[in-house]
């Protein structure tokens, strides 16, 4: 289970300045809901329309609740500001219940959602079976992730697509688009 207060508490005192000097890397696998039992991802309609042997009561919950992954996105942009060494953030929901395919390469295939910083690469990317908006202050605030390491420049992707891989192409930046 993730929330935001696994990056940054809810109420911080005005002077709280976290220290992570040498953490390079975090990578989270997390469930659909929170520890207080809120779902991250509600039932996406269009996916009734891919397999209508799913239903409506057994489709996949794979629709992006925004304002709260939004949260979480945002209160780990501010972790990785006292993450000066940071190298990678991969962040991936487990929200699929169902065995996953895998595709002629051995990528693994499922609906998902996804989100990765690549310092070196000089990127921060969302990659969503559903339509996921980024709010502004989100991207402002992983603009300013990028500053603090020394990046002038960041590309911030928001990909969609129907099957979510993790495949190593993704930490190298291959394949997509103005991230190579």
């Known amino acids: 289970m993730v929330a935001p207060e696994l990056f940054w508490p809810l109420d911080p005192p005005a002077n709280y300045r976290p220290s992570w000097p040498r953490l390079t890397s975090v990578i989270i696998d997390y469930v659909n809901y929170t520890a207080s039992g809120r779902y991250l991802f509600d039932p996406d309609p269009e996916w009734y329309e891919l397999d209508p042997t799913w239903g409506r009561r057994d489709a996949p919950r794979i629709k992006p609740v925004h304002g709260l992954l939004n949260d979480l996105y945002r209160a780990a942009g501010r972790a990785a500001q006292y993450m000066p060494k940071l190298e990678l953030m991969l962040l991936e929901s487990d929200i699929w219940n169902q065995p996953d395919t895998v595709d002629e390469y051995g990528e693994r295939k499922s609906p998902g959602h996804l989100f990765i910083y690549r310092r070196d ?41 129907d099957q979510v891989s993790v495949h190593p192409n993704y930490f190298d930046g291959a394949g997509i688009a103005g991230a190579g």
């Open 121 to 161: 690469r000089a990127y921060v990317l969302w990659a969503s079976s559903s339509e996921f908006e980024i709010d502004p202050n989100v991207r402002e605030v992983w603009e300013e992730v990028a500053r603090k390491h020394g990046i002038p420049q960041c590309l911030i992707l928001n990909q969609r697509q």
